[in-house]
Every structure is written in C-alpha cells, then in structure tokens.
C-alpha cells in the first residue's frame, strides 16, 4: 500500500506543471478489468477537442498507455497486433514538463527530452496546447529495414490500430482525445533525436472532458 501511494505521487509530480522533470515514471500496474463493454465504448468514442486542464490521475495515464500498445501476454505480445509482430509502433507522451518515451516491456515513462512541447504538436490547431498530454506515435521503419511503399503502407496501418486503441479506452475511461496528423514535424523530429527510418505519424492530445 505504502509503495503504492509513492508511485502515485511520483507520477503526480511529473504531471504537474511546476515539477522537474523525472527521468523514469514507474506506471502504476494496469487495472485490466476497469472500463466499459467494448461495444458500449464504441458507441462512446468521438473526437473532442476541447479539455480540462487537469493533470491525468496516474492510473488513468497507466491504464491509457497499456491499452494503447503495452504487453498483454507472457511472450510479449501487445494489445494492438502488428506486421509479421515487428512491433515497430512506438509511443512518446508530451507533458508540460518533457517528452517521453513509453516502455512497453518494463511499463514506464523514459525521459527523452525536457521541455513543453505541447505547442510543437499543435502547430496551427491552439486548442491541442491546452491538453495536459499529447501522444505521438512513431513507425520504426528500422523494423521493416526499408523505406518502401509497401513497408509504409503497413507502418501506417499499425499506427492506426494503435491510434483506434487510444480513442476506445479514451471512451472506456471517461478521457477525451482527437486523432491527429497535424503537427510541427521538423521541430518534433529533432527535439525526438529521429532518424529518416523513424517516421512521426500521428498525435492524440488527451485530457479529462472540459464541462
């Protein structure tokens, strides 16, 4: 219990706007039974576009980006399937405070780079600045070990698996998010450390419904 609150407090911390960043959130364990039927989350999901500028509760954030792309079976597996199981979807979370990027394997938040980035990720659409967290999602096209258009093609299809999980358990969990492929690629990129073969898709900002 005591171990528990810690953690809850660290993410917490790293949520806030006025925190230093940590190197490495340690996620809470995803609660796997919470949430709505799917067919009832279904029926829920939209795209909103205005949010509260509430911190996301730690479990909400855990739960979020295991539902995403996190590990749901002991060989390693993931909850969004993928090309020949490349895996090559990789997410990164904006906060206020920096970007990161997510383990699935180990479930936890690796600093990547400090700052707020929330602007870069809105580019020309200001209402994106305002969610508490934007997530990018990035084809490792290294995965592939080319560039063609067929390796595209699936790259894009994975991101979009991965991108129709976060809007689901956004409507299972009571959050609200948009699908997005606006966003200032250039700054992104170098702020990620990207390469040619790491292509930078989409973005879901994310937040609480503003009431």
């Known amino acids: 219990m005591l171990r528990t609150i810690i953690f809850s407090i660290l993410c917490i911390c790293v949520l806030s706007v006025h925190a230093q960043p940590l190197q490495v959130v340690r996620l809470t364990a995803p609660d796997k039974t919470r949430g709505s039927a799917v067919m009832k989350a279904l029926n829920e999901r939209q795209s909103i576009r205005e949010y509260s500028t509430e911190s996301l509760k730690p479990q909400d954030l855990s739960d979020l980006l295991w539902a995403a792309n996190g590990v749901n079976r002991d060989d390693g597996r993931r909850t969004a399937p993928s090309t020949r199981n490349l895996q090559e979807v990789e997410i990164y979370v904006a906060f206020p405070e920096g970007i990161y990027h997510y383990n699935a394997a180990e479930h936890v938040l690796n ?4 700052g707020d980035f929330r602007e870069a990720v809105a580019a020309s659409q200001a209402f994106v600045a305002t969610a508490p967290i934007s997530i990018l999602l990035v084809a490792d096209m290294n995965k592939f070990g080319n560039l063609s ?28 998010t948009v699908p997005r492929g606006t966003m200032n690629h250039e700054v992104l990129r170098m702020a990620l450390k990207l390469s040619d073969m790491q292509l930078l898709m989409l973005n879901h900002p994310v937040g609480y419904p503003k009431n």
């Open 111 to 114: 600093l990547k780079v400090a």
């Open 149 to 176: 258009e067929s390796s595209r093609m699936f790259g894009a299809i994975d991101v979009g698996i991965v991108s129709q999980n976060i809007s689901i358990a956004c409507a299972a969990l009571g959050l609200a």
